[in-house]
């Protein structure tokens, strides 16, 4: 099963969702698909997705899924990948009004080159990187914290 989870940012991610609609209308994802998708206005035609999880929900969803497609946020990725999933990230981008600037690519580049997702720069990898998913071997997450902190700001300045 594919989560994706989009946050709670009061910010729309139509793009991503309108994607996997697509992908799976095409017969290009054939698997379960839930969406927690925050406040965008675009709603799923072709799988399921609630606007917010409680924590409770979020847990089981996380715990039920094998793959997790989600939005550049730290916080986002780094659950998932403790809970030890094939995570692809997906940065907001401002142009498309999904976040006030672009600081999540440099967030996702910075846990792809680190080897713990893929990552998506324009939508179109989205497809080609599920594929990946099946073989993607992400390296195991080591809770510390403050080394990924640090590695992350001293990449971003």
């Given amino acids: 099963m594919i989560f994706v989870t989009l946050g709670s940012q009061k910010f729309q991610f139509n793009r991503i969702l309108k994607e996997i609609d697509r992908l799976i209308e095409e017969g290009k994802i054939t698997e379960e698909v839930f969406a927690q998708i925050g406040y965008s206005d675009y709603k799923p035609k ?12 979020f847990n089981n969803m996380m715990s039920k899924c094998d793959k997790v497609i989600t939005h550049g946020g730290t916080g986002a990725i780094i659950g998932a ?5 094939k995570v692809i990230a997906v940065p907001r981008l401002s142009k498309f009004g999904e976040h006030v600037d672009d600081h999540q690519i440099q967030i996702v580049e910075e846990f792809h080159r680190m080897k713990f997702i893929l990552s998506v720069k324009n939508m179109q990898e989205l497809e080609k990187n599920i594929y990946k998913l099946n073989d993607f071997k992400p390296k195991e997450y080591v809770s510390n914290t403050r080394k990924i902190i640090q590695s992350i700001e001293l990449y971003i300045s």
């Fill in 46 to 57: 072709n799988y399921n997705y609630k606007e917010f999880l409680d924590r409770d929900e």
């Fill in 81 to 85: 990948v403790k809970n030890r999933k």
